[in-house]
């Protein structure tokens, strides 16, 4: 049976059978997007689709003119999401990820990124690009890489302790030890492993012993 | 063969939640010979013979006799009949019989015999008549029940009515009327409305025979019965009202059928149809309001035989809700949605303006029947303006602008009543 926009089983054809909506209709986060392009200056949706001017900003939507002030309102950067630590499993040994700027593989890479280091510490991380319009805020977050899909892969912690590594069906595809991952397959992975994605991005994955 | 049309504007502003449609049903005559059509009909025939209806000569027991023994001449000998004299008690005259030449000819010298006497009591008459339509249907099921009521005087008991006319929903249709003008106009509406039939005053005996023949005629044109509105609606929506807003104005909201098949359907029994009718339904529906753009089945309305979960639909009519920030859609409003609310408005406004005339209110009375004047212009009633002149001079029209005539004839505030639940079509 197909599913409606709103995650309903309907039998109906042309309107859901539970609540209505449209079938055909898109998904509620995409029709947000419809409805109100981000504005390009400081990223406030716009209002009504026919409104000219950015209701922050000022920005001019219909002739695509910046406001004077356009450096001063640069998009803030979103509020990390604070998430309680999950328990670790076995206290003995610390899952870390270090995310790498492949500076040869693209000539667009940034040159002087220094690596980033992110502990394993969830049950469940979400490896991506940030989209605050849409929602999506990665736990893992690769942001400067626009070869990144905003909900790319995961790692996710086995009953085990360890982690498995999942595609979750992403544009440009992973990469692990060098192998393509094919789309919601779980790998297990091990000590350092190295996992290749978006265009200049890698990830080295390290067990430490405490 | 029915088909449905749905009348509304779909287009909703931001955050709006009020669903309203006109759902019109129609049929062709397509209905008779095919596999929708119901058995013969069968008719009730419940006469008034209290002690007032010999006074005065016992001009009004004559005439309901002659009503009565001409409705049984008009029958087809297919058709089944029975007659009940009421009073304080039921008696049934002429239990129900096949309509052929030799039983027509003992039930006229049967109710030939009827005499006057007594008080009046309602839910007797219609018990009695319940008894005889559920053995006839026990015997031949998919008949179409029908009976017709005459009275002139007011229920003396009040108590039991309701409860009699909740046995009754479902099992046949009544009619009621109400000759000369000591009977009660809330009452035998409360009734007709109930169990899905007409209501109208004779204010004079000699028109009994002429109003019977009419109820017969519409009677003798039912090809299908059981029919029923079933109204789908999204999960948590709320049905505001669902009313028939024509030929009459009948509030259906409180009368869903019980027990349908799932929490999202409800079941309105509509009665039998003829092969050309038409009726309208208007429908609110409260939803959840959806996004911007957003496209919504807010309800979805039905006809079906009988109360089957899986009864295929006769014909479908969808209600829709668009929500949109265009203005210039969202604020118009549907040409029919608007004139049948109007309708309802005039119909408040009479029934509440005689119901302040009579308690002594003549300011209320004259404000209210004075809309009622500028809604009937506004709205093209012509046949309620006819019959509002007679209760009112009026002064302006446009302006609602009317003074309260002295002399009025009780018979002309009663028909004022009881037909201002008659609604006009929009040509």
């Known amino acids: ?210 | 063969m029915f088909t449905a049309k749905v009348f509304q504007n779909a287009h909703l502003p931001r955050g709006a939640d009020e669903v309203h449609a006109i759902v019109s049903v129609s049929t062709t005559s397509e209905t008779k010979g095919t596999a929708t059509s119901s058995g013969p009909l069968v008719f009730g025939l419940m006469i008034d013979c209290s002690g007032s209806m010999g006074e005065e000569g016992g001009e009004r027991l004559r005439h309901a006799k002659t009503g009565v023994t001409e409705a049984i001449a008009a029958l087809r000998d297919d058709c089944i009949f029975f007659v009940i004299a009421g009073c304080e008690r039921a008696e049934l005259i002429v239990p129900p019989t096949l309509a052929l030449a030799a039983h027509r000819e003992t039930a006229r010298e049967m109710v030939r015999g009827l005499c006057a006497g007594g008080g009046t009591h309602l839910s007797r008459w219609l018990e009695l008549a319940l008894e005889q339509f559920r053995r006839v249907r026990e015997a031949t099921p998919n008949v179409i029940c029908e009976a017709l009521l005459l009275t002139d005087g007011k229920n003396d008991r009040l108590d039991a009515l309701e409860t009699t006319l909740a046995e009754c929903e479902g099992v046949f249709q009544c009619h009621a009327r109400g000759v000369g003008v000591d009977w009660q106009v809330d009452e035998l509406r409360r009734l007709a409305q109930r169990l899905l039939g007409t209501v109208d005053i004779i204010p004079e005996p000699q028109l009994i025979a002429e109003d019977f023949r009419g109820i017969l005629g519409q009677a003798l044109g039912r090809t299908v019965t059981d029919v029923r509105l079933r109204l789908w609606c999204p999960q948590g929506a709320a049905v505001l009202f669902c009313r028939q807003v024509s030929p009459e104005l009948l509030d259906l909201t409180g009368q869903s059928i019980s027990g349908a098949p799932n929490p999202q359907l409800r079941d309105f029994d509509t009665g039998s149809w003829s092969g050309s009718d038409t009726r309208d339904y208007h429908f609110a529906i409260r939803v959840k309001p959806g996004q911007l753009g957003q496209k919504m089945l807010a309800g979805r309305v039905s006809l079906v035989l009988g109360g089957a979960a899986d009864a295929k639909p006769l014909a479908e009519a969808q209600v829709l809700a668009i929500w949109t920030d265009d203005e210039e859609r969202t604020a118009v409003i549907d040409r029919t949605v608007a004139h049948y609310t109007g309708q309802g408005e005039l119909a408040q406004a009479i029934q509440e303006g005689l119901a302040a005339r009579q308690s002594g209110d003549a300011d209320a009375a004259t404000r209210k029947l004075g809309r009622a004047v500028q809604l009937a212009a506004e709205l093209g009633n012509e046949g309620t303006t006819k019959l509002l002149r007679r209760v009112v001079d009026i002064v302006d029209e446009r302006e609602g602008t009317v003074k309260l005539r002295r002399d009025i004839d009780q018979a002309d505030a009663m028909a004022l009543d009881t037909r201002s639940t008659r609604t006009r079509r929009l040509a």
């Open chain 1, 1 to 210: 049976m197909p599913l409606c926009p709103n995650h309903h089983l309907s039998e109906a054809a042309d309107f859901c059978a539970i609540c209505g909506v449209e079938m055909s209709a898109p998904a509620p986060a995409a029709l947000a997007a419809t409805s109100g392009e981000p504005c390009p200056v400081c990223g406030t949706p716009r209002e009504a689709p026919g409104s000219v001017f950015c209701e922050v900003c000022g920005y001019n939507f219909a002739g695509r003119v910046a406001p004077a002030d356009a450096e001063r309102i640069a998009p803030s950067p979103p509020a990390p999401v604070v998430r309680e630590p999950d328990p670790p499993v076995g206290a003995k040994v610390r899952w870390e990820l270090e995310a790498r700027v492949l500076t040869a593989e693209d000539p667009g890479a940034p040159r002087d990124a220094a690596a980033r280091l992110f502990p394993l510490d969830l049950a469940d991380h979400l490896i991506g690009r940030r989209s605050p319009r849409r929602g999506i805020l990665p736990d893992i977050a690769l942001d400067p890489d626009d070869g990144i899909s905003h909900r790319h892969a995961c790692l996710r912690r086995r009953d085990d302790g360890g982690f498995d590594l999942l595609d979750l069906g992403s544009a440009n595809g992973t990469l692990h030890n060098g192998k393509a991952a094919a789309a919601n397959v779980a790998i297990p992975l091990q000590d350092g492993d190295r996992i290749r994605l978006g265009r200049w991005t890698e990830l080295l994955l390290r067990i430490r012993h405490l």
